[in-house]
């Protein structure tokens, strides 16, 4: 959108205007960055999954021993995005870090800094026109123009489509689905289309192939917007599971700054659950122990308030899982025949409510 880019451009320069400024009245070049390390949305601080964080303002300034390089590559990066918006082009945090990798010297220290420009700037990642590898998928009946491009999965409903990666190109979406599964393994996505599960059910199926990228949760922001249809999720019976479903309702934490412009907070939670081991009576060899990692892991995700507040009951299954030390894949399911997920499982549980 070219306000948004003219807007972004204005940002920037009184950025680097107010730096130069301090810099002429002979203060230490410094700057403020809000780190956002919490879910939280108590602004008291005092809520218990924010007790004992550090402050939430982290200064980097030339004062501080390893500051320096951070704020050249700040600046350095700065303005490679500065040139990406003045030429109306867009590119991936990949193609910014080979720009000058001898400097970078680190993908992840590319990240940083752009997560760090977007709290700066207070705007998406988007906005700054870099965009991800895209990596989700869609299939079902819903059809839509992208750049220009028709894009029209009812007609091969079974078809994966890649999940377009500027969303804000997306326009003229059509459907005649009834709700709208997402998935998070590629293998049951792949499982579904095997079966014609969304020819037999009218749905729509999306995966973002483990845990989402920023194009995935968008056009799922998107098409559940604009559609206003029922959104259900599908995930393993374990901590990493339970992680990428939250991240798909609330936000990750690497981009809190930016959970709530691609909160899908409709969803609901389809399974796997404890209790589906003991009702379908699944064998004992797909069972498996929690990890000392996946322990840990899990006791990460109850000390985050939004559970207790949003999701109680997603967080008494967890409480399940971690008393239990057990956990299970959904393709476990597949134990009892091979097409059990898309014939049973699924259509029964959105039928009969067994979501949570």
Known sequence: MEGGRT??????????RALVVDIGCNNSLSVAVDRHRTYCSNSSGNCF???GLSHVIEILSLEKEGHACRLYILLRVLMIIQQLLQENKHGSKRDIYYVEPSLFSDQAVVNRAINDICILLK????HLNVVPVGRGLVMGWVRFVEAGRINSCITSPSTAYMIPVCVEEVKDIVSVAQYILVVEKETVFQRLANDKFCERNHCIVITGRGYPDVST???LQLIVK????????????????????????????QMAYD?????VSEIRWLGAFSSDFEKYKLPERCLLSLTTEDKKKAEALLSRCYLHQE???????????????????IEALSALSLSFLSDAYIPLKIKEGGHI
């Open 49 to 51: 999954c924010s007790f």
């Open 226 to 253: 604009q559609l206003h249809l029922p959104v259900y999720c599908l995930v393993d019976f374990d901590p990493y599971g339970f992680d990428i479903l939250t991240t798909y309702r609330f936000g990750s934490m």
């Open 123 to 126: 705007c998406s990642r988007h």
């Open 259 to 263: 959970a709530k412009l691609m909160r």
């Open 217 to 219: 949760r968008r056009f």
């Open 7 to 16: 807007e972004v451009l204005c940002k920037i320069k009184g950025f680097i």
């Open 311 to 329: 999701a109680p009951q997603w967080r008494l299954e967890l409480e399940i899982m971690l008393h239990k030390g057990l956990k299970f894949e």
